[in-house]
């Protein structure tokens, strides 16, 4: 008698089957409806799932299993009338990636014989995080980060970190480039992915057009566009990683996180491929170290944070705001903010924008206008190609929103308008002016930002890493702080309102 492995979007890797070949085991793979309308999904990242999905189905049958391919209204039912039909010894799967999905494999081996299988998709098996957390003081991500380059070996040299140091950021914070960089191979779909985005784009009810779609949605597509990154941006990684470009979607990014998301990719491979082509291509070691950080500190980091704080993790806002996103970011067009209505196109057209338009812009104006921090974090996982709730529950509301209250960052990711003015080239073309602190030109992040640090005065003003920038608001005159005032709330007053009639169904499965 066959087993039964459960293969969902995020588990694509023949690799990590191996150890579970056809003769012994089915593959039971489910397309579930109620997932894809718990959100209004970006269509680009519904595409780029179920093709990918599918893609992999055939890939799987070409290597010699058998795929039972299911449309179903939820997975319940999916792996229910699975086990119906077929009658496995086991229904294997590994551990999920997210909450949601625990909660229905959980409910769901009351009855059936489904055991759980430890993930193998990260460098850090989770248990392994768990105890790494509990047996710290402070659980910020540069111990971890530390932690893990000895842990691996990685970029570790005579026991000392390689070049002497842990980071380079200082070497890190480039204003945009001048140059312009080839673009990413762009993959012309095939039959499969043409009929996907023919079904995605006649439903009603999701965000942005799929009609352009050119992502990788198989592992060797997923590979070139790792190897043209290494080839031609990764050089450039390091300094201009935080720098913002009009209309450039990846700068000097890679996108990666799309891929290795889905399982095309595996972290260890990447990193290990990171070092060989830093030697190919004469990489500084600024930009490797900025790559590695991301892969083997960040994306693990959090990764951990999620399994290590859920379920309690949704329910964080430690600034309690509760304003509905603003309609601008389903419809930037309206949106008077340069950089703000760029970031929002980007990701309106490609799925993506990079992590300063996301922390600086898209999270630091919501946070200064008083969103409700979950609400920001539905947003990014139903707009972004990379986002599930794993990555952003803790980026939105750990480090980029600051509503756990200090769990993740040490300090609030806030900002007036000039860091956005040295980091891009936004402000030249914008109708606000970032110079002016007040009146009917001045950038609002200018005094949204002193009138946020007022309001919450009681909960920051205590943050030694606060301390300066309260004394610089101390400063002001009674007269310009009640001028910030009356600014800020007049230009909150006439933000328009949000749509607060879509309710996110969490565990959606
Ligand atoms: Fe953004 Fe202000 Fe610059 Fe306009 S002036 S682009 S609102 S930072």
Redesign the pocket.
């Known amino acids: 008698m066959k087993n039964t492995f459960l293969i969902t979007m995020c588990d694509l890797s023949l690799e990590a089957l191996k150890a579970y070949p056809p003769n012994e085991t089915r593959i039971l793979m489910i397309e579930s409806q109620r997932k894809w309308q718990a959100l209004p999904f970006h269509r680009k990242k519904m595409v780029l799932g179920i093709s990918a999905m599918r893609h992999f189905a055939l890939e799987l049958q070409r290597a010699g299993y058998e795929v039972d391919y299911r449309h179903e209204p939820d997975f319940a039912s999916g792996i229910e009338a699975h086990h119906h039909q077929y009658q496995p010894g086991q229904i294997l799967a590994f551990q999920p990636r997210e909450w949601g999905m625990l909660q229905i494999l959980q409910r769901l081996s009351e009855n059936l014989p489904l055991t759980q299988i430890p993930n193998p998709f990260y460098f850090l098996p989770r248990e392994e995080f768990i105890r790494w957390a509990d047996s710290q003081q402070n659980l910020r991500m540069e111990n971890f980060y530390r932690w893990m380059r000895r842990r691996e070996n990685i970029l570790i040299q005579n026991g000392k970190p390689a070049g002497g140091q842990w980071n380079f950021d200082k070497q890190n914070r480039r204003p945009p480039p001048n140059r312009a960089y080839p673009d990413p191979p762009l993959v012309e779909p095939d039959a499969i992915t043409r009929k996907v985005i023919q079904i995605v784009q006649a439903q009603e009810g999701f965000w942005g057009s799929a009609d352009d779609f050119r992502l990788p949605v198989t592992r060797a597509e997923a590979w070139t566009w790792m190897e043209h990154f290494f080839r031609w941006r990764f050089a450039d990684f390091g300094p201009y990683e935080d720098a913002m470009r009009r209309g450039d979607w990846l700068v000097t990014h890679s996108m990666l996180s799309a891929f290795l998301n889905l399982g095309l990719l595996h972290p260890r491979e990447v990193v290990e491929r990171a070092i060989q082509s830093a030697e190919e291509y004469a990489v500084p070691l600024n930009s490797l170290e900025g790559f590695v950080r991301q892969v083997l500190g960040w994306r693990e980091y959090i990764h951990g944070m999620y399994w290590y704080k859920m379920p309690e993790y949704r329910t964080v806002n430690y600034f309690e705001l509760e304003r509905n996103l603003p309609d601008w970011y389903w419809q930037p067009d309206k949106c008077e ?4 209505r760029d970031s929002i196109e980007m990701v309106k057209q490609h799925g993506f924008a990079h992590h300063i338009h996301r922390l600086m812009v898209l999270s630091n104006f919501a946070t200064l206008a008083g969103v409700n921090p979950l609400r920001l974090s539905e947003w990014f996982w139903a707009g972004f190609v990379d986002a599930y709730e794993w990555v952003e529950l803790p980026n939105v509301l750990g480090m980029a929103t600051y509503a756990d209250g200090g769990l993740l960052a040490s300090k609030p990711y806030i900002s007036s ?1 000039s860091y ?2 040295k980091m891009s080239d ?2 030249s073309d ?1 109708r ?3 110079h002016q602190k007040l009146g009917e030109n001045a ?3 200018n005094y949204l930002y002193w009138y946020f640090l007022d309001r919450q005065r009681e909960k920051l003003s205590q943050n030694p890493r606060m301390t300066v920038i309260y004394r610089l608001l101390e400063r002001k005159s009674a007269e310009e702080k009640a001028a910030i005032r009356r600014e800020s709330e007049h230009f909150l007053a006439r933000l328009p309102q949000g749509n607060s009639d879509y309710h996110f169904q969490y565990d959606a499965g």
């Open positions: 903010l340069a950089c703000l308008g956005i003015h936004y402000c914008c606000f002016d970032v950038c609002p992040f």
